[in-house]
């Protein structure tokens, strides 16, 4: 079956470090693709999301894009903030009705 | 603007009683999930509905029923809870298509004792 794996954290960086988090996904066909963000104590939210090859999601400085030849759906930032300390979810559509969710990388930064 | 609600944001039970996570969103979405977030886990699903009126079972649906209300509604009962089913829920809804992303409530915090 569909499957996303990414990388294990905790990740810790300090302010103004760049930043990548690998994901890699399983999927028949070219289903969409999608980095979640979650804050403490909150639900997930969208943080970008590309739904075909070679796009490129963005924002708030973060960049993703959809690699199909190597399943790959990085999560990149060129400087990150003390205020982007969250958990982040890879996650691809399957079918058009299911999110599949990799298992989380926690992301620490340092002042 | 409320987007996805769900209560009760916390809840403690003792092992073998029952409850339910009501789920609500205003977004008129066809498509409502339960998922529950354990460490080092992710998100799993539990059940989904694809539209009103059908429910269907996700990756880890035992222990668990579902019902979809109405559109705006999908709740998650616990018939006699268990430890194994301390954890984190939440509640997603989305729009229709091969490309749109869901949206979740704040989440509810179970605890079985």
């Known amino acids: 079956g569909n499957s996303v794996t990414q990388m294990e954290g905790p990740v810790t960086l300090s302010e103004e470090a760049f930043l990548t988090i690998n994901c890699t996904y399983t999927a028949t066909g070219y289903p969409s693709l999608f980095w979640y963000v979650q804050y403490p104590g909150e639900g997930l939210q969208l943080l970008l999301k590309?739904?075909?090859?070679?796009d490129k999601g963005s924002n708030k400085g973060f960049e993703a894009t959809y690699r199909k030849e190597t399943t790959s759906f990085h999560l990149e930032k060129g400087s990150v903030q003390v205020s982007d300390s969250a958990v982040y979810f890879c996650a691809l559509l399957e079918g058009g009705f299911k999110t599949i969710f990799g298992a989380g990388t926690r992301l620490f930064v340092k002042a | 603007n409320a987007g996805v609600t769900q209560t009760p944001k916390f809840q403690v039970l003792k092992t073998g009683q029952s409850m339910t996570l009501q789920c609500a969103q205003d977004m008129n979405h066809n498509s409502m999930y339960w998922y529950r977030q354990d460490p080092g886990m992710g998100l799993r699903l539990i059940y989904y509905s694809a539209s009103e009126g059908t429910t269907d079972k996700g990756e880890v649906p035992n222990g668990y029923n579902v019902s979809r209300l109405n559109k705006r509604e999908f709740s998650l009962r616990l018939e006699s809870a268990a430890p194994s089913q301390t954890s984190v829920y939440f509640c997603?809804?989305?729009?229709?298509?091969?490309?749109?992303?869901?949206?979740f409530g704040q989440g509810t915090r179970l605890t079985v004792v």
């Open positions: 590309a739904t075909k090859a070679d």
């Open positions: 997603a809804s989305r729009a229709e298509g091969a490309r749109t992303e869901a949206f």
